[in-house]
């Protein structure tokens, strides 16, 4: 299974890694769902970062060549945070438009960077939860291309035990949709290993993704955040268990996460996987194995070191004491390891399943 992920991979990239840039700017959440470390009810210092904050994050994106920019954060569809957001978007395209022009770095960039004049400079990719469709619009408006809204299970009954009931699986499934037909690169993924969660939720969660036909796919494994309803029922199960027992654990979800890499890549095929930064919690060479198991993205966090510790959704999260140069440098060695080559070239890469309307 492994070795045909790896070819189907191959054959559609080659030994190519994309690189995301992503940014945590705010960990500010207005929702509560039971396993994540932001949620509302949980204590930590809340954050967001200003304007010429997140953008200099964009300069430094741009400058290492990663083509595209995830901005991230917890789910605040306040009118302040919206427009505070399309300014936010507007301004990266305008600057990094402007430095792409000005002195073009990527003189082997893509095709994408020489010939499409609407590609230059940086993709904005949003990662903002849940909002209404005319929101969306506004941001493809304002110049953002890629959207990421995990639906986290495909079983909707799951879903309703690790959510409160203000929370909805259908109203998720629908901005799925809504960005979907509004013109949006689309990425989705889910959680594995995550109580409750059985190996048949895992099959429909495959079917979920070949239904919804997305053009990108996020998977991560459940790792604990104890001070979490879910966290606080999965340690009264397996606080106490031995060590060889963790282990047999660790070593399970490692398995059970890359083998859907590995199916997600041979049912999918074209579309971009990004290795998870959270597998390293697992393994300090998890993202590598993902690599070689189906994934073809990387999403280096650039968040400013200050901030980093301050957005653990899930604890153990790696990278929280690097800089942002420390983590892309490591991040690169790491590719290497795996027998691949990260694309720092500032094109935008996407995945050949995603057909760009056609307005160039
Ligand atoms: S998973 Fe996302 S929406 Fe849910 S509480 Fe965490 S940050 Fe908020």
């Known amino acids: 299974m492994y070795a045909v992920a790896e070819a189907a991979t191959t054959a559609y990239f080659g030994t190519k890694v ?20 932001i949620r509302k009810h949980t204590k930590v210092h809340r954050y967001t970062m200003t304007k010429e904050e997140i953008l200099a994050c964009a ?16 789910e605040l569809p306040s009118p302040e945070r919206i427009n505070f957001m399309l300014d936010v978007v507007r301004a990266i395209r305008r600057r990094t438009m402007d430095l792409a022009c000005e002195s073009p770095p990527f003189p082997s960039a893509g095709p994408n960077q020489r010939d499409f004049p609407s590609q230059r400079g940086l993709a ?51 901005c799925l949709e809504e960005l979907q037909r509004i013109g949006f690169q689309v990425g989705t993924g889910v959680m ?23 053009d990108m796919i996020g998977l991560g494994p459940y790792i604990v955040q104890s001070q979490t309803p879910l966290g606080k029922l999965w340690l009264e199960e397996h ?11 660790r070593v399970a979800l490692l398995e059970r996460t890359t083998r859907m890499y590995a199916l997600a890549r041979i049912m999918l095929g074209n579309v971009n996987i990004a290795a998870t930064t959270a597998l390293e919690a697992l393994d300090p060479e998890g993202r590598e194995l993902a690599l070689r198991r ?8 650039i968040t400013p070191q200050r901030l980093r510790g301050q957005y653990e959704i899930y604890e153990n999260k790696s990278g929280i004491d690097q800089d942002a140069l420390d983590s892309t440098a490591c991040l690169e060695r790491r ?17 050949p399943h995603f057909v760009r309307p056609s307005v160039e």
């Open 18 to 37: 994309y690189a995301r840039g992503i940014v945590e700017f705010s960990n500010v959440c207005t929702k509560d769902c039971f396993y994540c470390g």
């Open 59 to 74: 300069e430094f994106a741009y400058s290492q060549g990663m083509g595209t920019l995830m901005l991230q954060s917890g």
């Open 124 to 174: 904005v990719a949003l990662s903002l939860g849940e909002l209404p469709s005319s929101v969306y619009q506004a941001f493809l408006e304002a110049g953002a291309s890629r959207y990421l809204l995990r639906i986290e299970t495909s079983n909707p009954t799951l879903y309703t035990r690790l959510h409160p009931a203000s929370h909805s699986f259908q109203a998720r499934r629908k």
């Open 192 to 214: 594995v290993g995550v109580p409750f969660q059985t190996v048949e939720d895992q099959a429909n969660d495959l079917l979920f993704f070949k239904e919804l036909d997305p």
């Open 239 to 249: 606080g106490e268990e031995s060590a060889a027992k963790q282990e047999a654990n």
């Open 294 to 301: 189906g994934a073809n993205v990387v999403m280096p966090i």
């Open 335 to 351: 590719v290497r390891m795996a027998g691949k080559e990260l694309l720092l070239d500032g094109g935008w890469h996407d995945p």
